[in-house]
Each structure stands twice: as structure tokens, then as C-alpha cells.
């Protein structure tokens, strides 16, 4: 069974650009979890979608937005980038939405975004 | 003060030692406790969750919550150069919505 895929892996931007991230979930889940992982702040929810519906949502702004499309594949998208903004962007897939703990939640290998 | 605090390290100890990785938190309402695995340029796996306070052993892993002194463990038992990755705690509350908090990660280093 393939894992989470995201792509790109690694990208480049500059200041004031825009850009647009990629997941596929496992194969049967339906929700796609963000997440942004810096040094300094660590690992921190961004949102989470379930049945192309946005669920739960984390502390971070306007910028940051996401959807999910019928097949369950998910895209993130961040408008007006700043030089904080770059980090290892994670997505993570499960079975069900995330109500419970015992929703196991699979990680893909992130994409690493630089902005310049 | 960030609401879950884990020591960043690294962590370096020899091959066959127990290790010790720790978190404090600060929000009472936490109530679900869990420990990933990252290894480099990897996304985290999780090793194992606990509800409440008490002890879960998995193989050589054991989770330990005591929600009274707001302090959560895990301890690897015979370590091995595999084991060497980034663990980040997390943590949740209840109540409809999970929304994970997560430490900033300990390295470990297991040498051979």
C-alpha cells in the first residue's frame, strides 16, 4: 500500500510570492491534515479537511488556506510568502476525521519550502 | 511559555542503554498523550498514544503519564544505533475536536 505522497519536496520562492502544496492521502482515508515544522516552534497544526470540508482549523493566518477535492487528494496553499514562512510542510493522512486519538494519522516526507 | 516543553538535546548514549525522553506541559485539559518518531528527511510515525495518566508498554517502549505533576516519558530499554531520530511528544484535549500540540522534538543519538 503507497503512503502519503506530497510534492514537491523542495522549493524555492521569494518574498511576496504564492505558492501551492500537494498531498495524496493513503489509499480509504479521507482526511488530510497540515502541518508547519520549523526549529523554533516546532511542529504545529495548520487544518484539517475531512470529506472536502475544512474541520479544524490551527493559530495561523489568513494566508494559509487549503482544499480538498472529491478523491481525497489535498492542496495548501500560502499567498504573500514571508521569510518566516519557510519551513518542512507536513501532510498527514487517517482513515476517519480526527474527533478521537485513536485516529492513527500517517505522515508523508514533507515539503521543504525556503522563501527568499 | 510554549504549552508543551521538550528538551531539544541531543541526546547521545551507547548502544544497549535505557533511554529517557521527557515532556511537560501546562494545559490541565490535555488527555491524550502520544510519542512520534522522525528520522531525517522523514515525516514523524507514531510509536505509541495513552489516555490519562498510567504506564504503556510496547516491546522495548514504555509511555508514562503522571497528569498530577503535568510530566510525560518514554523510555526505550536497549537502545540501538536504529533508534536514532528526532521523538516529539504530543498532546490533545477532548471534547469533539482534535487539534494535537505538539513539543519541539528530542534528538537521539545511539552509538554503536
Known amino acids: 500500500k503507497a503512503g502519503v505522497t506530497q510534492t514537491p519536496r523542495y522549493l524555492i520562492k521569494t518574498r511576496g510570492q504564492q505558492v501551492t502544496l500537494s498531498c495524496s492521502p493513503i489509499?480509504?482515508?479521507?482526511?488530510v491534515s497540515w502541518y508547519q515544522q520549523t526549529p523554533g516552534q516546532g511542529l504545529q497544526f495548520l487544518f484539517e479537511y475531512f470529506s472536502e470540508t475544512q474541520r479544524n482549523k490551527g493559530n495561523f493566518p489568513g494566508r494559509f488556506s487549503g482544499r480538498q477535492f472529491s478523491n481525497s487528494r489535498s492542496e495548501m496553499n500560502v499567498s504573500t510568502l514571508e521569510l518566516g514562512d519557510s519551513a518542512l510542510y507536513l501532510c498527514a493522512s487517517s482513515l476517519g476525521q480526527l474527533l478521537h486519538f485513536q485516529e492513527t494519522q500517517y505522515f508523508g516526507p514533507g515539503t521543504r519550502l525556503l522563501v527568499l | 511559555q510554549k504549552e508543551v516543553e521538550q528538551d531539544p538535546g541531543p541526546l547521545s548514549v551507547p548502544e544497549g542503554a535505557i533511554v529517557s525522553l521527557n515532556c511537560t506541559y501546562s494545559n490541565s485539559a490535555f488527555q491524550y498523550f502520544m510519542w512520534y518518531r522522525q528520522y531525517s528527511r522523514k515525516g514523524p510515525e507514531l510509536l505509541m498514544y495513552?489516555?490519562?495518566?498510567g504506564n504503556k508498554e510496547d516491546g522495548r517502549f514504555t509511555a508514562q503519564v503522571d497528569k498530577s505533576s503535568k510530566y510525560i516519558s518514554l523510555f526505550i530499554r536497549d537502545s540501538q544505533p536504529s533508534d536514532s531520530a528526532t521523538y516529539l511528544c504530543?498532546?490533545?484535549?477532548?471534547?469533539?475536536?482534535?487539534?494535537?500540540?505538539f513539543g519541539r522534538g528530542t534528538s537521539l543519538i545511539v552509538h554503536p
Open positions: 489509499s480509504g482515508h479521507r482526511s
Open positions: 495513552t489516555y490519562s495518566s
Open positions: 504530543a498532546m490533545s484535549e477532548t471534547g469533539g475536536s482534535y487539534i494535537p500540540t
